[in-house]
């Protein structure tokens, strides 16, 4: 193999590595609390889009807050579709919000519309 090909390798190997460690550090929930809180609002806005469905929910006290939802495979599981809410439809989130001070973020665990529950990560209910 030729030095350049080995540089090029290299190269190639640890691109990838790096953006490996962003991917998982998003995906993961170590950018979120350990404990679960409930927030309750009106649906402004739904996405389907990767890497995650997201909700815009706005709250009681007015504040906007994105949602993230599972996967595009656990959400569909869950039977939540784009069909499920539209905006002004009321919303309960059972989640984990971020550990950055002042976001109004947060990753759903459970989601309910209408007294049906939409369970995006059923083995963390009440777990964490």
């Keep these: ?39 309750q609002g009106q649906v402004q806005a739904v996405s389907m889009a990767p890497p995650h469905p997201t909700l815009r929910v706005r709250a009681a006290d007015g504040q906007l807050w994105q949602i993230d939802l599972g996967n595009p495979g656990q959400t569909q599981r869950s039977g939540f579709t784009a069909e499920t809410v539209k905006p002004g439809d009321a919303i309960t989130i059972l989640g984990n919000r971020s550990r950055e001070a002042g976001a109004r973020h947060m990753k759903a665990v459970r989601v309910t519309v209408a007294d049906r529950n939409f369970d995006m990560y059923p083995e963390r209910i009440g777990s964490r």
């Design 1 to 39: 193999m030729t030095l350049l090909a080995r540089r090029l390798v290299l190269t190639a190997a640890a691109t990838g590595l790096f953006a490996g460690g962003t991917a998982s550090a998003h995906h993961g929930w170590s950018w979120a609390e350990d404990e679960q809180i409930t927030l």
